[in-house]
Structure formats: structure tokens, C-alpha cells
């Protein structure tokens, strides 16, 4: 199977920057696309930002013009840089990767990761 491990989230003043970062690992084939959500509490998960094997790329309305993502498929890592972080980024936020552990399957599986804690105070 394919793991997925984060790292970078942390506690971040109104207006700051973190860096998230995810490294796969595993039986993997292929990687398609990668990307974040996130989970605020009482909220339903939703997509953050996401990035193709070509490095097209789209974003939520929320964080369009402070966050990005960036992928390195020689390494299996995807970044996110968020700036400009507000209160309401707070949430836990999950690595995905849409992956095939064979070439013998037609279509793409996701994966996730553990999730890493971000907190924006006001």
C-alpha cells in the first residue's frame, strides 16, 4: 500500500506562514495526482489545493493568492506553502494521493495521510 506522512503544521499567528510537507512511501506504481485537505472541527473535509503528475494545479476560493503547492515526483513529496494564514485556516490537514500500487488496475485509489495539526490565532 501507499503511506503518507506529514509534517510542518503547527501553532501560527494571523498573517504568518507555515510549510507542510508529505512524503509517500510504499508499494507504489504511479502517482497521479496529489494534494491537502482539511478538517476543521464540526466542518466535512474538504479540498485545500491539489497538483497533477504535470504540475497543473488548482486551489480552493479561500486560500487562491496565499497558499501553494508544489511536487517533487522524483522524491513523492508534495509541499504546501500557506501565507497570509487566518483563523479560519485552523484545521487538521491531510495529505491525499491518488496512486496505483499496480499497473494491472484501470483506475486511481486515494490515500491519506495521519493529518498534522494547523492552529491560526487571531
Known amino acids: 500500500q501507499v503511506q503518507l506522512v506529514e509534517s510542518g503544521g503547527g501553532l501560527v499567528q494571523a498573517g504568518g506562514s507555515l510549510r507542510l510537507s508529505c512524503a509517500a512511501s510504499?508499494?507504489?506504481?504511479?502517482?497521479?495526482?496529489m494534494g491537502w485537505y482539511r478538517q476543521a472541527p464540526g466542518k466535512q473535509r474538504e479540498l485545500v489545493a491539489a497538483?497533477?503528475?504535470?504540475?497543473?494545479?488548482n486551489y480552493a476560493d479561500s486560500v487562491k493568492g496565499r497558499f501553494t503547492i508544489s511536487r517533487d515526483n522524483a522524491k513523492n513529496t508534495v509541499h504546501l506553502q500557506m501565507n497570509s494564514l487566518k483563523p479560519e485556516d485552523t484545521a487538521v490537514y491531510y495529505c491525499?494521493?491518488?496512486?496505483?500500487?499496480?499497473?494491472?488496475?484501470?483506475?486511481?485509489?486515494?490515500?491519506w495521510g495521519q493529518g498534522t495539526q494547523v492552529t491560526v490565532s487571531s
Open positions: 497538483i497533477t503528475s504535470s504540475f497543473n494545479t
Open positions: 510504499g508499494s507504489i506504481f504511479s502517482i497521479n495526482g
Open positions: 491525499n494521493a491518488r496512486a496505483k500500487i499496480t499497473p494491472l488496475t484501470i483506475y486511481d485509489y486515494d490515500y
